[in-house]
């Protein structure tokens, strides 16, 4: 009797995704062998973390329980609504979601027409980021338009595939570098930026 999402995926994508991921792989570690820039810029490591996240992304168990852990991380904030997860309907190829009803932030003339806020959404969803980060240490990592809605007086977000995850260390380097850059801090800029790198 509930209106839910229902994610099922493609027949077959992990057998293709897998075959391009391999060509990716060999293509890095030809190129690396080839060129300094590759070699610079850490192909072979940038291919592999690009794999690890899609495959990632290819698991629906992975989505749910990271759907449930920004849920549990966000839930005294009453300014955002992150869909339930049905676990007895999900499974690595399909996953099970609550429908949130909103609108997307692309539509502005919408959620104008509406009486929205836009500013004040703006602020909340900022906000909303800015927990997540420097609280949680753990984010929704593709925070396109179609992925936030307007949903009442609530921010909802979607679409849990890709997540960033932060080491406390790195919160606490992030935190600074904001700090540096609100007080135009050159010289400190430049450090911290030095040792987010060697993070």
């Known amino acids: 009797g509930e209106t839910v999402i229902v994610k099922v995926q493609r027949p077959g994508v992990q057998q293709v995704v897998e075959a391009d991921l391999d060509l990716l792989a060999r293509q890095a ?4 062998q080839r060129l300094t820039i590759a070699r610079e810029y850490q192909l072979v490591d940038l291919v592999d973390e690009f794999s690890r996240t899609l495959r990632d992304e290819l698991d ?3 989505e749910g329980r990271n759907t449930d852990r920004l849920r549990r ?39 104008r027409s509406q009486g ?9 969803i900022v906000d909303l980021y800015l927990q ?55 010289d400190q800029v430049v450090q911290l930026v030095v040792q987010l790198r060697a993070t």
């Not at 570690?29 to 690396?32: E, K």
């Not at 753990?138 to 080491?167: S, W």
């Not at 790195?170 to 935190?175: N, R, S």
Request: hydrophobic fraction near 45%; glycine fraction near 4%.
């Open 116 to 124: 929205y806020d836009l500013a004040a959404i703006a602020d909340v």
């Open 132 to 186: 997540q980060v420097f609280v949680h240490g753990f984010f929704h990592a593709d925070p396109h338009p179609a992925n936030i809605l307007v949903c009442n007086e609530q921010v909802g977000f979607v679409d849990f595939g890709m997540m960033g995850f932060l080491t406390p260390q790195t919160k606490e380097l992030l935190a600074d570098l904001l700090a540096s850059l609100l007080n135009q801090d050159v």
């Open 73 to 111: 991380n966000l839930q005294q904030d009453p300014r955002v609504v992150i869909p339930r997860v049905y676990w007895e309907l999900t499974t690595p190829s399909v996953i099970t979601l609550q429908e949130l009803q909103g609108y997307k932030l692309t539509d502005l003339d919408l959620l």
């Open 60 to 62: 629906y168990t992975n």
């Open 29 to 32: 570690r030809f190129l690396v």
